[in-house]
Nanobody, 117 residues
Framework: QVQLQESGGGLVQAGGSLRLSCAASGSIFNVNAMGWYRQAPGKQRELVARISKGGLANYADSVKGRFAVSRDNAKKSVYLQMNSLKPEDTAVYYC???????????WGQGTQVTVSS
């Protein structure tokens, strides 16, 4: 019943930028942390960026200084601004909401980001 919808993925040249968005709909309450994960084929899903309920953000070392995560609590949305993209950023990106209801984690369907050399 809860859906997270990502948008903003696509194909971009190295050095370019993309902005990912994720909005929640349905019966979702008491959102705590929000975040972005990514997964390349054959690899483990990894945390890219996370932002707490209070607005504190943390990032994977590989994206520090290049990516910025933000949230809009009223819109139940999380965003990821990605700058200076590198080919190694190529992956499917998933948004994640940590909520009291439904308990635990909710996930988006994923959006493809492809960075060409």
């Amino acid at each position: 019943q809860v859906q997270l919808q990502e948008s903003g993925g696509g194909l971009v040249q190295a050095g370019g930028s993309l902005r990912l968005s994720c909005a929640a709909s349905g019966s979702i309450f008491n959102v705590n942390a929000m975040g972005w994960y990514r997964q390349a084929p054959g690899k483990q899903r990894e945390l890219v960026a996370r932002i707490s309920k209070g607005g504190l953000a943390n990032y994977a070392d590989s994206v520090k200084g290049r990516f910025a995560v933000s949230r809009d609590n009223a819109k139940k949305s999380v965003y990821l601004q990605m700058n200076s993209l590198k080919p190694e950023d190529t992956a499917v990106y998933y948004c994640n909401f940590q909520t009291q209801w439904p308990p635990g984690d909710s996930w988006g369907q994923g959006t493809q980001v492809t960075v060409s050399s």
